[in-house]
């Protein structure tokens, strides 16, 4: 009974510290500083973290590209600050957070600094630094660091590279893999589902070491491939990182295949990932035991995205991804953490977005996760339970941007940009349920959640 219940104990803190988790972007005037362009050269709206067709070369070119004059194009350093306030449907009794209020709070949501440009002229890094207002922690935050070099191939650029980073994906250029799609910021303070897959949900971010190689023909045809194995309990303390699911037993293999089109003001892309990890289970934030046995993880994503540029007067994009996951839940099933020995998990993330002017902006997203019911994997629990055991819900997201700076005229460009945005979540499925899901009377518009911010880089 003791395994069992702490156990189910440790599945929810990592879940919460996973969520907890903000998704936040790699738009940083460095990169303006170093390239001598502004940031609507290589971001929808002026900001990120949504990448243009040269944004995306920039990034797998090993961030390396020059332009810019002057000291500050030799001084690889940036930061952001975001605050923010939340509203929720109805309170949560006890607190949003340690220290928060049951509703309607303000934060400091986090403090950054970065590290992001050139080395040399084959070498270059994106590493950032952050303080968890909420929290109250520091932490490595999204870590890229690239080798590269252009090659020349039956009359076109073959680039080849390596990436060392610090999870599935945060190397990634397209905006419809998990670290860097919509929203590009959301609440610490909300309620969100607490089932995700491992790729999608970014299982292994943040506390992982991953390097994979790519390559990258005629900026059309993208391969890449690597593994990842999750820090040691001290590198997790020292980072200020934790477990998600547990521990990778051995190294888990990542693939990623893509096929991009770029024409007359448009960029369209196709395609497919893959990640699979041998788990052994969480027992607390920083340690795991595969001793009973070890879950397997095996996820399979596709993805598309599609842009319309124009003259920058006019811009939309659309986004999409799909992950399927097939669970063993073997190690689960021996601690008494999970109902059966194996399940499956889906995950569909849909996004469009407008532009007018890169200045005022316009998204829409869906979210939508469903599987097979698991009673011990999601229990009833206060306001992050599963009544029925099953992992169902369902989100649509609305937020309109203002962002004033960025541009070729902006003030004090490229040192200054700023972001404010509105963004709405409307859950009309919450772990499982529409009314009482987590079996303590919660429905799931009592999460649904008002999110204002201000976003600021410098």
């Known amino acids: 009974m003791f395994v069992r219940s702490l156990g189910s104990l440790v599945c929810g803190l990592a879940a919460v510290a996973i969520l907890l988790m903000p998704r936040?972007?790699?738009?940083?005037?460095?990169?303006?500083?170093?390239?001598?362009?502004?940031?609507?050269?290589?971001?929808?709206?002026?900001?990120?973290?949504?990448?243009?067709?040269?944004?995306?070369?920039?990034?797998?070119?090993?961030?390396?590209?020059?332009?810019?004059e002057g000291i500050a194009a030799q001084i690889p350093l940036s930061?952001?600050?975001?605050?923010?306030?939340?509203?929720?449907?109805?309170?949560?009794?006890?607190?949003?957070?340690?220290?928060?209020?049951?509703?309607?709070?303000?934060?400091?949501?986090?403090?950054?600094?970065?590290?992001?440009?050139?080395?040399?002229?084959?070498?270059?890094?994106?590493?950032?630094?952050?303080?968890?207002?909420?929290?109250?922690?520091?932490?490595?935050?999204?870590?890229?660091?690239?080798?590269?070099?252009?090659?020349?191939?039956?009359?076109?650029?073959?680039?080849?590279?390596?990436?060392?980073?610090?999870?599935?994906?945060?190397?990634?250029?397209?905006?419809?893999?998990?670290?860097?799609?919509?929203?590009?910021?959301?609440?610490?303070?909300?309620?969100?589902?607490?089932?995700?897959?491992?790729?999608?949900?970014?299982g292994l971010v943040g506390n992982s070491l991953g390097v994979t190689a790519y390559a990258w023909y005629d900026r059309?045809?993208?391969?890449?491939?690597?593994?990842?194995?999750?820090?040691?309990?001290?590198?997790?303390?020292?980072?200020?990182?934790?477990?998600?699911?547990?521990?990778?037993?051995?190294?888990?293999?990542?693939?990623?295949?893509?096929?991009?089109?770029?024409?007359?003001?448009?960029?369209?892309?196709?395609?497919?990932?893959?990640?699979?990890?041998?788990i052994n289970p969480a027992i607390s934030e920083t340690m795991a035991d595969g001793s009973l046995g070890r879950n397997r993880y095996t996820d399979y994503g596709f993805d598309a995205g599609y842009q319309y540029l124009g003259n920058g007067t006019h811009i939309a994009t659309a986004n999409l991804l799909f992950v399927h996951e097939n669970q063993d839940l073997t190690g689960s099933f021996n601690m008494g953490t999970s109902s059966q020995t194996s399940g499956v998990l889906n995950q569909i993330n849909l996004t469009t977005t407008y532009y007018y002017q890169n200045t005022y902006g316009l998204t829409f997203g869906w979210q939508y996760v469903w599987g097979n019911a698991n009673p011990l994997l999601y229990p009833p629990a206060p306001i992050t339970g599963n009544n029925n055991g099953k992992p169902n819900s369902n989100a649509f997201i609305v937020e309109a941007d203002w962002i004033p700076f960025g541009k070729e005229d902006s003030w004090a460009r490229p040192f200054v940009n700023l972001k404010i945005g509105l963004q709405y979540v409307a859950y009309t499925m919450f772990n499982g349920g529409k009314n009482n899901y987590d079996g303590f009377g919660r429905n799931a518009s009592n999460n649904n959640t008002v999110f204002l911010y201000a976003w600021l880089a410098f």
């Open 79 to 202: 930061a952001m600050v975001i605050t923010s306030f939340t509203n929720t449907g109805a309170p949560q009794p006890g607190g949003a957070a340690p220290n928060f209020g049951t509703n309607n709070n303000f934060a400091l949501d986090q403090v950054s600094l970065f590290f992001a440009g050139r080395l040399t002229d084959y070498a270059g890094a994106f590493v950032q630094g952050t303080y968890n207002g909420v929290t109250k922690g520091f932490s490595l935050d999204n870590t890229d660091i690239r080798i590269t070099t252009p090659l020349n191939v039956w009359d076109s650029e073959l680039r080849i590279g390596v990436s060392i980073n610090n999870g599935p994906t945060v190397q990634d250029t397209y905006n419809s893999t998990p670290v860097w799609m919509f929203p590009f910021a959301s609440s610490q303070l909300a309620p969100t589902p607490t089932a995700q897959t491992l790729l999608g949900g970014g």
């Open 220 to 278: 059309s045809i993208y391969v890449e491939a690597g593994g990842y194995g999750t820090f040691s309990p001290n590198v997790l303390s020292a980072l200020g990182q934790t477990l998600g699911p547990g521990a990778t037993s051995n190294i888990a293999p990542y693939a990623r295949v893509a096929y991009q089109l770029d024409w007359n003001e448009q960029s369209a892309h196709i395609g497919a990932l893959l990640l699979s990890a041998n």
């Open 24 to 68: 936040l972007a790699n738009a940083v005037p460095a990169f303006a500083q170093q390239t001598g362009q502004p940031c609507t050269a290589c971001h929808i709206g002026s900001f990120g973290p949504q990448l243009t067709p040269l944004g995306r070369a920039f990034k797998m070119g090993g961030y390396t590209q020059t332009g810019g």
